[in-house]
C-alpha cells in the first residue's frame, strides 16, 4: 500500500497544475489591468489550476491515509477518469459567473487539500521508523504552508512596516505555496525510498 500511494499519479498531475496556476497567475496579476475582459479570463484560469492541482494533491493524500481509496485509484484508467471528471466539472462552472465561484474553486479545494496533507503528515510522523530527513522536509514544507495561511494579514503588516503592500497578499500566498511544493518533492522521494528498505 505504501509503495503504491508513493508512486500515484495524483503527485505529478498536482505538480502539473500547480506550475499551471503560477503561469496563469503571471497574466492575471501581473500583466493584464484588473477588472478587464482579459483579466477576468486569466484569474478564472488561475483558480481553476489551483483547484485542480488541490483536489490532486487532496486524493494523493487520501490513498496515503487509506488503503480503500488508494486501490480504488490506483489504475490509470480510474485515475484518468478522475480527473477528466474534474476538469470537466471545473470548466462547467469556471468560466461562468456566479456568487462565491472563487470560493468554491480556490479556497474550498484548498481547504480540503490542507487538511488532507495534515492528516497524511500526522500518520507519517506517528510511525516509529520515521527518517530524521524525512522529518525535517515536514517540518520544512509545513513551515513554508503556514505563510498562506498568514497571508491575509501580509498587507496591512507591510504597509505598517514599509508603507506599502511589497508583501502583499498575493505575493505571501504564491510564496508560500511555491517553497511548500518545492520542499514536496524531496519529501515524496524521502518517503518512497524508505518505502523499499
Known amino acids: 500500500h505504501e509503495q503504491n500511494w508513493t508512486n500515484s499519479l495524483f503527485w505529478p498531475t498536482a505538480m502539473l497544475y500547480f506550475a499551471m496556476m503560477n503561469a496563469t497567475s503571471i497574466f492575471a496579476h501581473a500583466i493584464y489591468e484588473p477588472h478587464t475582459a482579459s483579466y477576468k479570463l486569466w484569474l478564472k484560469l488561475d ?13 494523493g493524500s487520501l490513498s496515503s491515509l487509506s488503503s480503500n481509496i488508494a486501490a480504488a485509484t ?8 478522475l480527473n477528466a471528471m ?6 462547467k462552472v469556471g468560466l461562468t459567473s456566479w456568487p462565491w465561484q472563487a470560493e468554491a ?4 479545494p484548498v481547504a480540503m487539500c490542507s487538511l488532507s496533507q495534515l492528516a497524511m503528515l500526522a500518520k507519517r510522523l506517528a ?9 525535517l522536509l515536514t517540518a520544512l514544507h509545513l513551515s513554508s504552508a503556514a505563510l498562506f495561511t498568514a497571508s491575509p494579514t501580509m498587507s496591512i503588516a507591510s504597509c505598517a512596516l514599509f508603507g506599502d503592500a511589497r508583501f502583499s497578499v498575493i505575493q505571501t500566498a504564491f510564496f508560500g505555496c511555491a517553497v511548500s511544493c518545492f520542499w514536496f518533492s524531496p519529501w515524496l522521494r524521502t518517503v518512497r525510498a524508505s518505502a523499499t528498505t
Open 86 to 91: 474534474m476538469l470537466a466539472c471545473f470548466i
Open 74 to 81: 490506483a489504475s490509470t484508467s480510474s485515475f484518468l477518469a
Open 105 to 108: 474553486l480556490y479556497l474550498l
Open 127 to 135: 510511525f516509529s521508523r520515521t527518517s530524521a530527513m524525512e522529518k
Open 47 to 59: 483558480v481553476m489550476a489551483t483547484g485542480l492541482s488541490s483536489f490532486n494533491f487532496m486524493f
